[in-house]
């Protein structure tokens, strides 16, 4: 079973909120209400916002500086290195990355009298201004995350090439070797073009952090060469100071993200770095196990929990299905028989229905052979019919021939007494339209037709007699 768990300590807080009580911790304290006068070498910036510019301020005899904003209107008679006291209130500021700035909002600028700064003086101040604006790397941050995760980091060590290191300093390190992957650089301190480029090399070769390393004494000051500083201040890769004794103050410390002021002291720090992970590593393991030994627990009991639902919703469902089943068997029987009934009447319809419908055939067949025979003797009738026309109409077309034949021989006896008798042409005409007359009926028997000619033969055969 894979379990994810955030440790969540009593005092928990995000970094915004850490910094935001901080911020309101700072903006509540008297100290902010109270008109502050220092006195330093002014520095300008070019870091001008609205009507009010973010200068420095340094100390006479040391490099440390803090940040001013400064009216516009209030600096214009004012040069780099001017000694000057300045009023105002304090302000303290915390930065995105937890470093808390003090600021003073000045109010009243008084310029004391010019004194003469080199211009190294200067381009270290303007180094320092912009490490600020670049900010400070976190180097036990950088260490610690990747020696918790059991990744080795990989650190620079930069050595003066006549150097001899501090047997403390040595025991340390050797100590450390076992976690971390220090790789050793020697060069001249005293030859800063080589220096540069050395540093410029290891900035470009993925090295977690660069440290330099050399012990006090003359030459030191070497290394606060403005070239040398210039070029510390651009590096990408965060840088410790290792250098000197506690009581040499070298302005390269102001731009380090680490200082450790002492040599040997540097073996120690990462020593003691690896001993700190490692606790708190084992520490968050055992954290972590009681942790998930809780949340195993509680996942158990809320496991048996539901179980114990789940197996009330069981009972619960299998009742329900019990009942549904039953009453599901029930209305099976129901249906069964009445589709039993229903097929019995089906049955029975079906019967009737073929009985019904064999009488009905049985009728039909019956009809049709009667009208089958009434048929046949129609159509015999109907033949005999056609056959007695057949020869009444051959019977008739011989009695017609006969018929034309005495006409015609009856117009030539007409037309011969015609020219005998012209008192008798109206009773010819006639005679002969009725002859036309009976040439277009058609008589229904020929004995018929036999008798009115003869009878119209005798008629004119005794008229002509």
Sequence with gaps: ?????????????????????????????????????????????????????????????????????????????LQNGNLVTVQGTLDRRIQNNGAIQFIL???????????????????????????????????????????????RPKVALIYADTSITNADFEKGLSAA???????????????????CGLLKLLDTQAYDVIAIVRGGGSGIEKLDDPVVVKTLT???????????????NLFIRNIADKVIPIPFALGTYFRDLIES???????????????????????????NKKNQELTKQLETLQKQNKEQSEASHKQIAALTKAQENSQK???????????????????????????????EKQGKTLADMTEQQKKQQKEFSKSLGQMQAANKG????????????????????????????????????????????????FAIIGFIS
């Design 345 to 375: 009447q089906m049955k029975a319809q079906a019967e009737q229905f073929q009985k019904q419908a064999k009488e009905q055939a049985d009728a039909t067949s019956k009809v049709n052979k009667e009208l089958q025979e009434r048929l």
């Design 177 to 195: 070797k076992s976690n971390i992957d220090f790789v050793e650089n020697r060069i001249s301190f005293a030859n800063a073009t080589a220096l």
């Design 105 to 151: 909002n000045v109010s009243r600028v008084d310029k004391i009298k010019d004194i003469s700064i080199s211009e190294d003086e200067i381009k270290r101040a303007e180094c320092r201004r912009k490490k600020s604006e670049f900010g400070y790397k976190n180097v036990d941050g950088i260490l610690e995350n990747k020696l918790f995760i059991d990744q």
């Design 1 to 77: 079973m894979s379990v994810t768990t955030v440790i969540t300590p009593p005092n928990f807080y995000k970094p915004s909120e850490l910094m935001g009580i901080f911020k309101n911790f700072f903006s509540n304290k008297e100290i902010n209400a109270v008109v502050l006068t220092l006195q330093g070498v002014y520095f300008k910036s070019d870091k001008i916002y609205g009507n009010v510019a973010y200068d420095q301020i340094r100390d006479e005899n040391t490099p440390e500086s803090m940040t001013i904003v400064v009216p516009v209107s209030l600096r214009d008679n």
């Design 277 to 303: 992970v490692i606790q708190k590593r084992n520490n968050s393991r055992a954290v972590l196990v009681q942790e998930v030994k809780k949340q195993y627990i509680k996942q158990i009991e809320d496991s």
């Design 410 to 457: 009856l117009q030539n006896s007409i037309t011969k007494l015609t020219n005998q008798n012209a008192q008798t042409s109206n009773d010819l005409v006639a005679a002969q339209r009725r002859v036309a007359e009976l040439e277009n009926q058609k008589p229904n028997t020929t004995g018929y037709i036999v008798a009115i000619i003869v009878l119209v033969i």
């Design 234 to 248: 651009t590096l990408k890769t965060a840088w410790i100071y290792g250098v000197g004794h506690e009581k040499e």
